[in-house]
């Protein structure tokens, strides 16, 4: 199957610190890539979906200035927190589509934990 | 909105029992439908999908049956395994916005 993979595994900064995460899909070409949080213990929430080459659309209540995201080739997209904060802290997780179908494949997400 | 929910949060069994890890959906233009197991730690791991023109849809072991009268979903195990234990999320995406709405997730306990 699809293989999607995410760097780093799990980082851990200071507070006012800006983190990058980056998801790249290994095999297959993104036309569309999503980026979750999930919470201790709760589901997946969608926070953007970005499509190659074009800004990303936001959920609402999700920050565009504070969680920037860029998807400037067909394998790679990046989450970038900017002045992170201890509620910052959570599992980010990507996921990307091929333009072909339907089914999304899922990176191994990234913890985020921010002091 | 979407909403989606399950009935049972945490589900417990016995190796070799069959496993049904329930899901209900709310908006009825939903019309494709996954499963996702989720380990600790990890990413969500896609299992099998259905289309809304299905009801019922077999894999290796896994069994997703769809019930679009009563907008329900149901994910069966069969030989429940250890390796099966992990949180189960539905997951439901109306084709016309092509994003996913996930469930709260079932965790499944199997007990050697």
């Known amino acids: 199957g699809a293989v999607v993979s995410q760097h780093p595994s799990r980082v851990i900064c200071k507070s006012g610190t800006s983190v990058k995460i980056e998801c790249r899909s290994l095999?297959?070409?993104?036309?569309?890539m999503f980026w979750y949080r999930q919470f201790p213990k709760q589901s997946l929430m969608l926070m953007a979906t970005?499509?190659?080459?074009?800004?990303?659309?936001?959920e609402q209540g999700v920050e565009k200035d504070k969680f920037l995201i860029n998807h400037a080739s067909l394998t790679l997209s990046t989450l970038t927190v900017t002045s992170a904060h201890p509620e910052d802290s959570s599992f980010y997780i990507c996921?990307?589509?091929?333009?072909?179908?339907?089914?999304?494949?899922f990176g191994p997400g990234t913890r985020l934990l921010v002091l | 909105g979407e909403s989606v929910g399950l009935h049972l949060p945490t589900l417990s069994v016995q190796e070799g029992d069959n496993s049904i890890i329930n899901c209900a959906y709310s908006?009825?233009?939903?019309?494709?439908f996954i499963w996702y197991k989720q380990e600790s730690g990890k990413g969500p791991q896609f299992i099998i999908d259905?289309?809304?023109?299905?009801d019922k849809r077999q894999g290796q072991r896994v069994t997703v049956l769809l019930n679009k009268t009563v907008k329900h979903l149901s994910l069966q195990i069969a030989a429940t395994q250890p390796g099966d234990s992990a949180v189960y999320f539905c997951?439901?995406?109306?084709?016309?916005?092509?994003?996913?709405?996930f469930g709260k997730g079932t965790m499944l306990l199997v007990s050697p």
């Open positions: 996921s990307a589509r091929d333009g072909l179908q339907e089914t999304q494949y």
């Open positions: 095999d297959f070409q993104a036309t569309t």
């Open positions: 970005s499509n190659e080459g074009s800004k990303a659309t936001y």
């Open positions: 908006n009825s233009a939903s019309d494709y």
């Open positions: 259905i289309r809304s023109n299905m």
């Open positions: 997951a439901v995406m109306n084709s016309g916005y092509s994003t996913l709405t």
